[in-house]
C-alpha cells in the first residue's frame, strides 16, 4: 500500500513527464560539500521545467525519517498552490474552525517540508541542512537514489533497506491494481 505522503504527491509530474516514469536504483555518496550526483538523464528530466532564461531547479520534499524526495519544480508548485487554495477556501468558509490544532500543524509542516533548490550542469544537487539531518547521512556517507515512478528519491541504506523490506511482499498486488 502507498504511503500517505505518495498518495498526496504531485500527479501532474507523469503526465509531464511524458508518461516517462523514474524506476531504478543507484549508489552514490554525499561528497564533503554535501553534494550528490545524480543519474543524467533523471536530472534532465527533474529540472525541466527550466525556461532557458531561469536556472534549473527541483524541489527537495522530506518524505519520512531517511528519506527526501525530489520533484519537478513546477509540478510541486502546482500541486502545492492547489492544496493551498483548497485549504484557505475551507478555513475562509468557517469549514476548518475547529480544526485549529490540525491547520498549525499543517502550516508548521509547510515551513520545513520542502525546498526548491538548484541544478548544476552536471546533475549535482547540494542537500540543505536540515534536510541532511532528516536523511542522516554525512560527507563521504552512503545514499541511495532511487526511482519512485513521479519523484526520485534519496535514502539512507538502512531506511531504505527497512523500507523495501516491509512492501516489498505487496508488489505484486500493488502492480496488478494499478496495472488493471
Not at 525556461?51 to 520533484?71: F, M, N, Q
Not at 534536510?131 to 534519496?154: H, K
Request: with cysteine; net charge negative.
Amino acid at each position: 500500500m502507498a504511503s500517505p505522503a505518495k498518495e498526496n504527491a504531485p500527479e501532474s509530474g507523469l503526465a509531464e513527464l511524458g508518461a516517462g516514469l523514474f524506476v531504478g536504483e543507484w549508489s552514490r555518496s554525499l561528497d564533503e560539500r554535501y553534494r550528490v550526483s545524480l543519474p543524467t538523464e533523471w536530472a534532465e528530466a527533474i529540472a525541466g521545467g527550466a525556461d532557458s532564461d531561469s536556472p534549473a531547479e527541483c524541489t527537495l520534499a522530506k518524505e519520512r525519517p531517511g528519506c527526501v524526495s525530489i520533484w519537478r519544480r513546477d509540478a510541486w508548485q502546482h500541486w502545492l498552490a492547489e492544496g493551498l487554495e483548497l485549504v484557505q477556501g475551507k478555513i475562509k468558509s468557517g469549514r476548518l474552525a475547529r480544526q485549529g490544532n490540525e491547520v498549525q500543524m499543517l502550516g508548521r509542516l509547510l515551513s520545513t517540508r520542502h525546498k526548491t533548490i538548484p541544478v548544476t550542469g552536471r546533475g549535482r544537487i547540494a542537500i540543505p541542512d536540515s534536510f541532511r539531518e532528516f536523511l542522516g547521512v554525512e560527507p563521504g556517507g552512503s545514499l541511495l537514489v532511487v526511482g519512485a515512478a513521479t519523484c526520485i528519491e534519496l535514502w539512507r541504506p538502512e531506511a531504505w533497506g527497512n523500507h523495501i523490506g516491509e512492501h516489498m511482499p505487496g508488489f505484486r498486488e500493488l502492480f496488478e491494481q494499478l496495472a488493471s
